[in-house]
């Protein structure tokens, strides 16, 4: 007798905490208040409504380590570059001098400052000086993007206009086309034909340059890359070798930092076709730091 009491008095408790519920608690599909402000969909991140601030895993930069890839600016975006050859060469002296030198940090440095900006969809422009004052111009237009459903290569072309002396000795401009092909989910190789105007300081003999960029960005892991970059100059003026360069990079966020080594110091269309490296057997490190501001 006493359980059944138990029982019944248990079920009426259920009952009446059931019953003095709100309404609005039984039943979720109740109607909304009228008056109640109608409750808005939700709105896609920026990074969804625009592909070209999305992560390319195979791009993570707007550089090998000179020469330039098809990544794409998103529109009113920048972004920030720091290049940094130390001119000590590796082989210098023996291992003992190498060591003393701390391997060429304690050397000398030639440093280059670049601002990018995102001018349209597509169209990226920007500027790039070096410590010996030597400014480049650039702009760049994507023209066609690779698509596993549709284009087997990405396509730009890219100008640029530069100078020693800030602008006031040795004028010269380069055109050429970069093109991009990546594999799998590995890779992006490029192949990029590039003609230097007036790339001669003498007014005699070749003045102009032709000259192809061939590099390669292999991805090891997720956010680690390996990169290497050869620029043979096949006709006009060709002082010294050509420059070459191999390294190491690594991703985080929108920083990319790399560590490389190069035979010459050069960093824009133009010192590569001018200068190129310096000698076969003269190798420098060097290193480039980038932020993307999106």
């Known amino acids: 007798m006493n359980r059944s009491k138990c029982v019944w008095g248990g079920l009426c408790l259920l009952m009446a905490l059931t019953i003095s519920r709100p309404a609005a608690a039984q039943d979720p599909a109740a109607p909304q208040d009228p008056a109640a402000p109608a409750q808005q969909p939700a ?4 990074v969804a409504n625009d592909p070209d601030r999305r992560l390319d895993p195979l791009q993570p930069d707007f550089n090998i380590a000179a020469l330039p890839t098809t990544l794409r600016m998103p529109k009113n975006k920048m972004a920030f570059r720091v290049t940094h050859r130390f001119t000590r060469s590796l082989g210098q002296g023996d291992f003992g001098d190498l060591l003393e030198d701390f391997f060429g940090f304690d050397s000398a440095a030639l440093i280059g400052l670049e601002l990018r900006y995102g001018l349209l969809p597509g169209t990226q422009v920007g500027i790039h000086r ?40 040795q004028k010269m401009g380069a055109i050429g086309v970069i093109v991009s092909r990546k594999a799998g989910k590995v890779a992006a190789l490029y192949a990029e034909p590039i003609v ?3 790339s001669s300081p003498n007014d005699t003999g070749d003045n102009n340059t032709m000259m192809i960029g061939l590099g390669a960005r292999v991805r090891i892991r997720p956010t680690t890359y390996l990169i290497g970059e050869w620029t043979p100059r ?4 060709r002082p010294n ?3 070459g360069s191999f390294g190491i990079e690594a991703r985080a966020g929108g920083h990319t930092f790399q560590v490389n080594f190069s035979n010459g110091f050069n960093t ?27």
């Open 43 to 46: 709105q896609p991140p920026p």
């Open 130 to 169: 070096t410590s010996d004052k030597w400014i480049e111009l650039f702009g760049q237009q994507s023209l066609m993007q690779q698509k596993p459903d549709g284009h087997p290569l990405g396509l730009d072309v890219i100008a640029t206009f530069e100078g020693l002396d800030n602008m006031k000795d």
């Open 196 to 198: 230097v105007i007036n």
């Open 234 to 237: 096949v006709s006009g003026y």
């Open 241 to 243: 070798v050509d420059q």
């Open 268 to 294: 824009t269309l133009g010192q590569i076709a001018s200068r190129g490296g310096t000698s076969a057997d003269s190798w420098y490190i060097g290193f480039n730091i980038s932020r993307k501001f999106f």
